[in-house]
Every structure is written in C-alpha cells, then in structure tokens.
C-alpha cells in the first residue's frame, strides 16, 4: 500500500493528546490511496499454487484509525480494504490442495531433503523483508500497532525464521547418528505429521502466526493457513512470495469467517495437526468437531490472564516501570500481557499513586506519531465492553484513580487504572485484553498464591521482591501452576529460544524456535538387531544412499 504521506516515526513532532478533538486524522491527513480507491483489495486466495480469484462475497476491513467529521460527531472507522468471504466449499478445495500435495507422506515437499525444503524457506524469507514497508504500514493502519512496535514485529519474524533454519541444522546433525543400545543398532530421525491447519492471532498477525507456519512447513508438513480476524490485509504483499516460494498445493492461503470455513475443514478429518492461538473455548470448538480428534495433534495458545505479585519488600519503582509496560504494551493486547495487578497493602496506595503518574505520561496518538505508546483499538464493540467492565468496578466499590482513565474518543479508550478491586467485580476474573489496569491489594503470600490456584489459567506470572527466601519458597510453590515466573520483570514471550507453553486452559503444546520443530515433527525410528548381516545390510543402505531416511547426511 502505497502513500503520500510518511508513516514513520517523525512524521510529526507531537503526538495529539488523546481527548484533543484533532485526535483523529481529517481526510487531508488519510493517504491518498485509502481514500481513491477504498484501500487494498484482496481478491484471491492462494490454493494449489495458483492465485484463485475469488467471485463471492467480500468483507470490509475496517481501521482502528477513525476520520475526524467536519460536523464534530463521532470519528467515523475508515474502510481500508476488503477480503475474501470464502466458504465451505472453497475452504476445501484448499485443504484437497495440500492433502495431495502430501500424498500420504510420499508427495515432492515431505520426501524432500532437509536441505532442499530450507532452500524454499530461505527464498521465501528474501522474498518477506522486501515487502517489509508495507507489512509495517498494513501492520499500523489494521490494527493499530505503533511504526516501532510494527517494525519490531517483522524484525522479529525474519530473525525467527532464519533462527528456525538455524536449529534445524543443529537438529538434522543430531538425528544422523547411530546409537546401539541392548543389542538393537538404530537411528531416529524427526518426519512430518501431515497436513496442518494454521491459525494466528490478531494482536501479532505476523510473528505468532509465522512461529506455527513456519516451523510446520519446513518440516515437510503441507499447511492449510487462515489469517486472523484483524491483521488480514498484511498477507496480501506475501501471497505471491508464498507461490513462487514452495512449491504447488504446500502452503494454501484462504480467508473468511471461521465458522464458514474451518468448521468443515476439521469435519472432514483430513487434518492432521491444528495450530490455533486464541481462546481455550474456540479451540476445544473446533477440535471436537474432528471425527478423529485422538488423531489430531494439536499446538495451542490460548487465554492468559496473567498477574503480577508485587511483595511488601519490592522496589517500587522497577514495579511500577515493569507492571506499566506489562499491562499496556501494544494497549494490553497480548496473551503475555500482566492482566491484573497484586500488590501488598503496605505498598498499595504508593503504588497505584506512582503508577497513575507513569500513564499520563504515556503519549496518545496515531501509530505513526512520534513517541506513541497508546492506540486505537482494532476489535469493534471493544470500547464498549471496557467501559462495561469500569462500570462494573465502581459499582462494586472501584474507583478510577488516574486523571481520564476510561474515557474514549471513537475506537481509543484511555487506560483505566482500577483501585481497590475485589473478587467480587467481573475485572478481578475476566481477561480485558485491553487498556483497564486492575490492582488488588493483599494482606498475607497466602492471598496471592490463592488467587494462582484458583485460576483457570496458568500461562505466566512474574512476583517482584528482594529477599531470596522468600523469593525461593513461592517459586516452589508457583511453579506447578504457570509455564513461567518472571522475576522482577513483566511477563513476555521472548527470548524465542526459550520454551513458550501454560498450564491448565492457558496453551497445549510447546513453543520455541527448537520445541516448534519437534511440535510439528513426529519421531520415527529405523532399528536392527545387532548382527553382522544386519550392520552390513545398514551400512550399504548408508554408504550407496539408498534411502532418504536412513542416512548420516547432515547439513552444516
């Protein structure tokens, strides 16, 4: 998507105040071609290996980023763009593309080497960080993202990629050797699992959906993707690099309602695995809905909820410097993202004092402005069910402490920061995945480690003090309840090397860029009796490369 106007970061000096009437851009500040032509069309999809138009229904896209009406009424959400509203019957043609591409394991892309399926993804990975400008602006005007955080995120995703590449090296050298063990020779090598279905999240429609994708397709896995809800339109610059990049029927890209399309994908029981970040009750949906689900391998990342505990002996401006970037980074719109906030009485009022001056001090504005840290919201009806949820605070005995809290213009919604919350308001249990800051204020260790328990949710916490023992003994005692305790630091995903999963309804599965291809790979031994005909017959199998399979070829 082309424009006339810069979308970087010093394309204005000041970001506008978020209550500023100027807030949203007027038609003179909206690129060009948004207005002429309506934005960016998506007019097929990516099946078998061809670019299919599509002749049905289409949907709007539409942008967090508003139009300022001359009449002074509400900020109008601009049309950016339209995609596909595919159905039933296109879904599956999509599905038949990579069910024979896979061809029960005997198809080109999973007979191929190790080396020859990386040479595909190091060209696609060319083909991605030239369209790097456009993700970025498709990345800002979707769904809101800043310049930098969208920057970020495609840095992000090509280092991944190459990461990935990387450890498949490493992993392809391991699986060459030969291990003899109560007298039986054998070697174990990773093999794809089939076809996989591949679904990311709206919040990082790029990284999180490739940290799947990517790791199923380099395994020799043919792949059938549907991109998010929101973040649809960033695909478009990238379809013609995934056709010319893998070859026909590997990787097929269709769009639509989930309901309309991957209901019958997962009734036809021709999916192998299910790749699906999003709520624990979507997916338990959807995989019920396979004939065969104990044949279903399954990689989840689901709801979080995730607290932050902060001790009576924490230093308090770390806390409130972690906990501020924790809960309203990219607005709290992440799954990692400190969902509510416990914090000791002795500190509480301190706390929430310090951390109501940190959010004014957040700059407000377009992802493009300088400096901005606070957004539009890209889910519609999103503004209404936060003020329902503020609503719901005061009525039980919450007030909103910093200046402005709660209060919107169009699709923004200016950080809520909630005190005191009690177990009685629908914040202190539901996951806002947005800008309302809930802080509970607790007594005794016992008080917090209560609320973990009960939790439906174990993906991550982080607990903020100083003295060790104390520190120690709710480790222990936390660690059985989340898949991972940050200490004095917000909760995150990175560093991609390290292993990303939960606990309870929070994720199935483990990711990380070693355990993705162990996630996307079965293992598959070939094993002898240790004879002397035995070993010669294995060694000419080796030594004359009679097979793909048994082999010590490895890459370095």
């Given at each position: 998507m082309q424009s006339t106007k810069t979308l970087g970061p010093d394309s204005n000096e000041h970001a506008p105040g978020w209550s500023n009437p100027d807030f949203f851009p007027d038609e003179k500040g909206i690129p060009d071609k948004l207005i002429r032509e309506g934005g960016l069309s998506i007019n097929h999809a990516l099946i078998a290996g061809e670019l299919r138009d599509w002749r049905g229904p289409f949907a709007e896209v539409l942008s967090p980023i508003c139009k300022k009406t001359e009449d002074g009424?509400?900020?109008?959400?601009?049309?950016?763009?339209?995609?596909?509203?595919?159905?039933?019957?296109?879904?599956?043609?999509?599905?038949?593309?990579?069910?024979?591409?896979?061809?029960?394991?005997?198809?080109?892309?999973?007979?191929?080497?190790?080396?020859?399926?990386?040479e595909h993804?190091?060209?696609?990975?060319?083909?991605?960080?030239?369209?790097?400008?456009?993700?970025?602006?498709?990345?800002?005007?979707?769904?809101?993202?800043?310049?930098?955080?969208?920057?970020?995120?495609?840095?992000?995703?090509?280092?991944?990629?190459?990461?990935?590449?990387?450890?498949?090296?490493?992993?392809?050298?391991?699986?060459?050797?030969?291990?003899?063990?109560?007298?039986?020779?054998?070697?174990?090598?990773?093999?794809?699992?089939?076809?996989?279905?591949?679904?990311?999240?709206?919040?990082?429609?790029?990284?999180?959906?490739?940290?799947?994708?990517?790791?199923?397709?380099?395994?020799?896995?043919?792949?059938?993707?549907?991109?998010?809800k929101y973040g649809v339109l960033l695909i478009a610059p990238l379809l013609e690099a995934f056709r010319n990049s893998f070859p026909p029927g590997v990787i097929n890209v269709i769009f639509g309602r989930g309901r309309d399309t991957v209901g019958p994908l997962m009734k036809s029981g021709h999916v192998d695995m299910f790749a699906f970040i999003g709520t624990h009750k979507g997916a338990s949906a959807l995989k019920q809905m396979h004939p065969k689900p104990h044949r279903?391998?399954?990689?989840?990342?689901?709801?979080?909820?995730?607290?932050?505990?902060?001790?009576?002996?924490?230093d308090l401006d770390l806390a409130v410097s972690e906990c501020v970037a924790g809960a309203l980074s990219f607005n709290g719109q992440r799954c990692t993202a400190l969902k509510l906030l416990l914090v000791h009485e002795s500190l509480a009022e301190e706390f929430v004092s310090r951390f109501s001056v940190a959010v004014n001090n957040l700059v407000a504005g377009m992802p493009w402005d300088k400096n901005v840290a606070l957004t539009p919201l890209p889910e519609p009806g999103k503004v209404a069910y936060l003020r329902e949820l503020v609503k719901d605070a005061e009525t039980n005995g919450a007030a909103i402490v910093n200046e402005g809290g709660g209060q919107a213009n169009g699709t923004y919604f200016h950080p809520a920061l909630l005190y005191p919350v009690t177990t009685s308001m629908r914040i202190y249990s539901e996951e806002q995945f947005g800008p309302v800051i809930p802080v509970v204020a607790f007594r005794n260790e016992a008080e917090a480690i209560r609320h973990v328990r009960d939790s439906e949710f174990g993906q991550q916490l982080s607990i903020f003090g100083t003295d060790p023992e104390t520190m120690g003994g709710l480790i222990d005692i936390l660690a059985n309840q989340v898949g991972r305790i940050n200490l004095n630091g917000q909760c995150q995903r990175g560093p991609d090397t390290l292993p990303f999963n939960g606990r309870k309804d929070s994720a199935e599965g483990t990711l990380s860029v070693s355990d993705a291809l162990r996630v996307f790979s079965i293992r598959t031994t070939v094993s002898t009796k240790s004879s002397e005909r035995n070993r010669d017959l294995v060694t000419g199998i080796v030594r004359g490369r009679h097979s793909r399979t048994l082999t010590t070829d490895y890459l370095f």
């Open positions: 009424s509400d900020p109008q959400p601009l049309v950016i763009g339209k995609t596909p509203l595919m159905n039933g019957k296109a879904a599956l043609q999509a599905l038949d593309a990579a069910v024979n591409a896979y061809g029960q394991g005997r198809g080109d892309w999973p007979s191929f080497s190790v080396a020859r399926r990386i993804v190091e060209q696609f990975l060319a083909e991605m960080r030239s369209h790097r400008e456009a993700v970025v602006e498709l990345l800002m005007w979707e769904i809101g993202k800043t310049y930098n955080d969208a920057c970020k995120e495609f840095d992000r995703t090509a280092d991944y990629i190459s990461d990935t590449i990387h450890e498949l090296k490493v992993l392809d050298r391991r699986s060459s050797r030969f291990e003899t063990v109560g007298g039986v020779v054998a070697q174990t090598r990773r093999l794809p699992v089939g076809v996989a279905l591949c679904m990311g999240p709206y919040n990082y429609p790029l990284n999180e959906t490739f940290t799947t994708l990517i790791p199923a397709l380099i395994m020799g896995n043919t792949v059938v993707f549907k991109p998010a279903l391998k399954a990689v989840l990342g689901l709801d979080a909820n995730n607290p932050a505990i902060v001790l009576a002996d924490a």
